[in-house]
């Protein structure tokens, strides 16, 4: 099992220039997250989507977009990189229909805006 | 909204003895979960222990185990008998039942990091 897949794991941004964090899972799971840890902080949710078709901002959803279009894929897109952006992001899934699923989660892109 | 305060940024055990970390959380909502995740350094989320708000019983597993208190809102880890590869960044997680109007989502604290010291 592949679980939680995310790419790339490491990039270098110019400000200005756009980039798509790709995410995907293979768990069959309608609820899919991207959240993102500052150093030292917690992680922050960005973007969320219940199921294919459905996405929801979070608590931090400036400068970003996300599509749903498959339950697999969740790709987080940044259209104009800022150095506030730089952070290390991460994407999960789970299972709503088993209320205490735990998330899993990808192992993190570490993304550096310059 | 519900937060999550983890009011540790860092701690420090000694190989073999027995940390607590603490967390509290702020919801009205009577039914949710709790979970402790750890993040070692290659930044992997890794779920340690979970906790439904509807069980008094206080979960463990292994050397890890819970202290929660509904009424104060306050869900600690216990870590004992610590080891070297218990060193990481703790997190403490809500999530509330997908049901809510404000969705299913997992809000996490700021975390605790954790040094065990040989």
């Known amino acids: 099992n592949a679980g939680v897949t995310q790419t790339p794991k490491f990039r270098i941004l110019k400000i200005g220039q756009s980039m798509t964090l790709q995410c995907t899972q293979d768990?069959?799971?309608?609820?899919m997250y991207w959240y993102r840890q500052d150093p030292g902080m917690g992680l922050k949710l960005i973007y969320y989507?219940?199921?294919?078709?459905?996405?929801d901002k979070g608590e931090v959803p400036n400068g970003y977009n996300v599509s749903r279009s498959t339950t697999e894929d969740f790709p987080l897109r940044l259209e104009l990189a800022a150095p506030s952006q730089t952070s290390v992001y991460f994407c999960a899934s789970t299972h709503p229909g088993q209320l205490n699923t735990e998330a899993f989660f990808g192992q993190g892109t570490r993304l550096t805006v310059v | 909204a519900q937060t999550v305060t983890q009011s540790q940024p860092e701690m420090s055990v000694q190989e073999a003895e027995t940390v607590t970390l603490s967390c509290t959380y702020d919801?009205?909502?009577?039914?949710?979960?709790l979970f402790w995740y750890k993040q070692p350094p290659s930044r992997q989320m890794i779920l340690v222990i979970r906790?439904?708000?509807?069980?008094?019983q206080n979960a463990t597993e292994n050397r890890f185990s819970v202290n929660f208190q509904k009424a104060a809102k306050s869900f600690s880890l216990k870590i004992s008998d610590s080891q070297l590869g218990d060193a990481a960044m703790y997190f403490c997680?809500?999530?509330?039942?997908?049901?809510?109007?404000?969705?299913?989502?997992?809000?996490f604290g700021t975390g605790t990091r954790l040094a065990v010291r040989p």
């Open positions: 768990m069959n799971h309608n609820y």
């Open positions: 989507s219940v199921g294919a078709g459905i996405t």
């Open positions: 997680a809500y999530r509330t039942t997908p049901l809510k109007s404000s969705g299913d989502k997992l809000t």
């Open positions: 919801t009205s909502e009577s039914d949710y979960y």
């Open positions: 906790q439904e708000a509807y069980k008094q």
